[in-house]
């Protein structure tokens, strides 16, 4: 069974960079089949895909994000990030990191989400 | 982008009711559509993909439908632990967008 998990600071200054990473556990990222994503949820809102990777390092980002974006991965941790550059109160979200599966898609694994707050 | 709206944004039922969510997209997708469920203070999960195909863990009360591009998710006999938010998602383009939500409320 794979698992997820989210880490980072809950609390993120404005005009800084918010830095999230998604720990994998119960399967490889870089056995193939599957994307990396981030999605966030702002409070009491609904869902917002960020984008998500490949085990080659290829990336998708969703365009309309108002603050710039990184995903990155790291195969051998088994760990992939999100960073969040220049933040402002309307990053304010719970950040999800999940795993999109090639063979059924969806979003089939998913981490328990993390709150992750913008304010000085 | 392709714009995902669902409706209603709210509904109250009871248990036993048959209960139907819609998702329109604003341009043609296929049927590259999921539906997924999400309580209070968790993660999504995953109902219904390509449409109409439900997932092996999920009951047989749920299904999906398509015609053009409205997409229908039922609930045959609302049960208790179906209370709860349901989305859409469109995975025919980039970028992937959800529908607004719906929130299913006890009557």
């Known amino acids: 069974q794979v698992q997820l998990q989210e880490s980072g600071p809950g609390l993120v200054k404005p005009s800084e960079t918010l830095s999230l990473t998604c720990t994998v556990s119960g399967g490889s990222i870089g056995n193939g089949g599957a994307y990396w994503s981030w999605i966030r949820q702002h409070p009491g809102k609904g869902l917002e895909w960020i984008g998500y990777i490949y085990y080659t390092g290829s990336t998708y980002y969703n365009p309309s994000l108002s603050s710039p974006v990184t995903i990155s991965i790291d195969t051998p941790q088994n760990q992939f990030s999100l960073q969040v550059n220049s933040v402002t109160a309307a990053d304010t979200a719970v950040y999800y990191c999940?795993?999109?599966?090639?063979?059924?898609?969806?979003?089939?694994?998913w981490g328990p989400g993390t709150l992750v707050t913008v304010s000085s | 982008d392709i714009q995902m709206t669902q409706s209603p944004s709210s509904l109250s039922a009871s248990v036993g009711d048959r209960v139907t969510i819609t998702c329109r997209a604003s341009?043609?997708?296929?049927?590259?559509l999921g539906w997924y469920q999400q309580k209070a203070g968790k993660a999504p999960k995953r109902l219904i993909y390509a449409a109409s195909s439900l997932h092996s863990e999920v009951p047989s009360r749920f299904s999906g439908s398509a015609s053009g591009t409205e997409f229908t998710l039922s609930i045959s006999s609302l049960q208790p632990e179906d209370f709860a938010t349901y989305y859409c998602l469109q995975y025919n383009d980039y970028p992937l967008t959800f529908g607004g939500g719906t929130k299913v409320e006890i009557k």
């Open positions: 341009q043609g997708i296929r049927n590259d």
């Open positions: 999940a795993r999109w599966d090639f063979s059924s898609t969806t979003f089939d694994f």
